[in-house]
């Protein structure tokens, strides 16, 4: 008793110990909130960010989930111009082929040997794919440079380089003999919008707990998906609309697109120049080196992303392309050179951007990183892979008929017919010669759907994987997916065995169908596997690791059209489906086997 009553008794004028140290901790933090807020707010906030903890709710509440806020707003602005000017090319595409099949004069690529017919085809499914491959390269670099040089500073200098091949196209376009090469350049140097988006998820997870973690990153990847579809709504309208032809007789204004994307690119920087934070760790002290830093191995991501597009040109004609298999394993080599290329190149960076890079390396000795990855593949990679084939698939399999008839000399084909044959031909004489479909349906009025509802599901997934757990919504979202491909296979099989599809409006309108589900639950998985990596890996590898995936899925910009084109020139376009189908069959075990099974090594995410 005597040693408890001489304890000494807290009171107003004495108070504990641990008073004490509540009352300095208190200081101690409305110190470091005022510190914080120094960064809230609109008017020229501070960029460095005093300190950062989303998982503190007194300090989420006090200014965290304003500044969070403000920069997932800035964010989203320019990732859908990053999605935006990486796939635009899918519907440039469309539009000279349709103005190329006008009058051959007009786009005729004389550099790359003035082809013809399904050849002319397949050669312009290469601007999709190169800048699906130069995407996929700039991820891995952009992966890390969230924390090498800061959120914000990527985020405004990948919208400035977004500038640059929107000029370029909207200046080589005008021309109608513009070179196929200066387009090549164009679409590489767009692939700066596609490593845009794993350094844009990376910087987004920092800012928020991991509770909220599907909700913010299904709206900046959602949203900023949206990019897509502007590209493919708006693109084709604007191509539509000019004063003088490029050439007499031939309307069309593909350099539209390039003007389309420019002004929004640059408003989009300025956003986040001055409304987006950098994270406290993240970056060098001095602002100039971190950008010095991001510069010199975004140079690199073009330099190995180009290494791969040379290879790609000057093996165009190597003997291994002659036979469909050799085509695939030649796109998948390249893939893998690149790729080898770009961490080769990392070495090369400054010792202190190497030294941040390393310190996130250990990502690539978690299983689940490599399984996550294979995951994304499938939802990323087949979303991007089918944004980019989509316009120019309904093209290819609805806007075209084979027969026999006369190529005259001024370009235009004429079937045959009682009042047209050999004999009277006044030009060259084609058999099943594939001939524009004058009843073929406007693709680029449903084909802007596809991305729209792919993308603005996202969120959805992401909210829905919050609340019953990722990997769950993952494999019910993977049934829909398989049951979409297998069908969509089945019917573009039995559409390219018709003389002509659009004899049965059918078809089309299934056709339509079934992709927006393929979109929608791509979309939908996009969100939930987000979220289980938010939730799988501690803060500091969550963030490399989305952005690693994303990386390698993004890949699939290219891999996909370009499997498309080989698959729709050995007159197979349903074997592409059907792989898809069988891969997403392996994705569903997958998750099933590490997340979802009773005792499986990771449940609840």
């Known amino acids: 008793m005597a040693d408890i009553e001489a304890q000494p008794q807290a009171t107003d004028e004495h108070p504990t110990a ?38 503190n709710e007194k300090q989420w509440e006090a200014t965290g989930k304003f500044i969070a806020r403000r920069n997932l707003i800035a964010s989203i602005p320019n990732l859908t111009c990053g999605f935006g000017v990486w796939l635009v090319w899918s519907v440039i595409v469309t539009k000279i082929q349709k103005m ?61 380089l977004l500038c640059i091949p929107m000029i370029l196209a909207g200046v080589a376009l005008s021309d109608p003999n513009c070179s196929f090469n200066i387009l090549i350049a164009a679409a590489l140097l767009s692939g700066v919008g596609g490593g845009a988006f794993a350094s844009s998820m990376s910087n987004i997870s920092f800012f928020y707990p991991k509770r909220l973690q599907g909700m913010a990153l299904g709206y900046n990847g959602g949203i900023g998906n949206l990019g897509v579809s502007i590209s493919q709504l708006l693109a084709p309208i604007l191509m539509s609309v000019g004063g003088t032809p490029i050439l007499d007789g031939v309307s069309g204004w593909p350099a539209n697109a390039g003007w389309l994307w420019f002004p929004l690119c640059a408003v989009s920087a300025i956003l986040a120049f001055f ?26 991501g073009f330099l190995a992303a180009c290494i791969g597009v040379i290879t790609l040109i000057q093996t165009r004609n190597a003997s291994m392309l002659k036979t469909p298999a050799g085509q695939v394993i030649h796109k998948f080599l390249l893939v893998l050179l690149a790729c080898a290329c770009e961490h080769v190149f990392m070495l090369l960076s400054p010792k202190k951007a190497r030294d941040r890079v390393k310190t996130q390396v250990v990502i690539f000795k978690r299983k689940h990183t490599y399984i996550m990855t294979w995951l994304y593949i499938m939802c990323f990679g087949s ?31 004429v079937p045959a017919s009682d009042e047209m044959t050999s004999d009277i031909c006044q030009g060259e004489w084609k058999l099943d010669y594939d001939y524009p479909n004058p009843n073929a349906p406007n693709g680029s009025a449903v084909a802007w759907l596809g991305a729209a509802v792919g993308s603005l599901i996202r969120p959805v997934g992401g909210i829905m994987a919050d609340k019953y757990g990722g990997a769950k919504m993952t494999n019910i979202a993977i ?4 049951i979409a491909a297998f069908g969509q296979g089945a019917l573009v099989q039995t559409i390219s065995r018709m003389e002509d599809p659009t004899t049965n409006n059918a078809y089309y309108a299934l056709f339509v169908f079934l992709f927006i589900n393929l979109f929608a639950c791509c979309g939908f998985m996009n969100g939930t596997t987000f979220r289980t990596i938010g939730v799988l890996f501690p803060p500091e590898e969550a963030g490399p690791v989305l952005g ?56 609840g995410v």
């Open 383 to 413: 979303f991007i892979g089918y944004s980019g084939s989509f316009p120019k698939l309904i093209v290819d399999l609805f806007g075209y008929l084979t027969g026999d008839g006369c190529l005259q000399t001024a370009g235009d084909f």
């Open 100 to 160: 190329h099949d006008a009058d051959v004069n007009v786009y005729p690529f004389q550099d790359w040997g003035s082809p013809q017919g399904k050849a002319y085809r397949s050669t312009l499914f290469l601007l999709p794919g190169v800048a699906g491959l130069s995407g996929g390269t700039l991820r891995i670099p952009n992966s890390f440079l969230t924390q090498v040089s800061g959120g914000r500073n990527v985020v405004f200098s990948t919208s400035v």
């Open 479 to 482: 049934i829909w997916c398989t």
């Open 275 to 300: 409304f987006m934070s950098n994270q406290p760790n993240h970056g060098e002290k001095n602002n100039l080196v971190s950008l010095i830093n991001f510069y010199w191995m975004e140079t690199f």
């Open 18 to 55: 641990t008073n004490s140290d509540e009352e300095e901790a208190d200081k101690d933090f409305e110190s470091e909130i005022a510190l914080i807020k120094e960064s809230e707010g609109w008017k020229f906030p501070k960029v460095k960010l005093h300190a950062w903890d989303p998982e």
């Open 548 to 603: 690693w995936s994303s990386a390698i899925a993004s890949y699939g910009a290219f891999v996909i059209p370009v499997m498309f084109g080989i698959a729709l020139q050995a007159g197979n376009p349903q074997i592409t489906f059907y792989g898809l189908g069988g891969y997403y069959v392996t994705c569903f075990f997958l998750n099933f086997w590490y997340y979802l099974r009773p005792g499986c090594e990771k449940p």
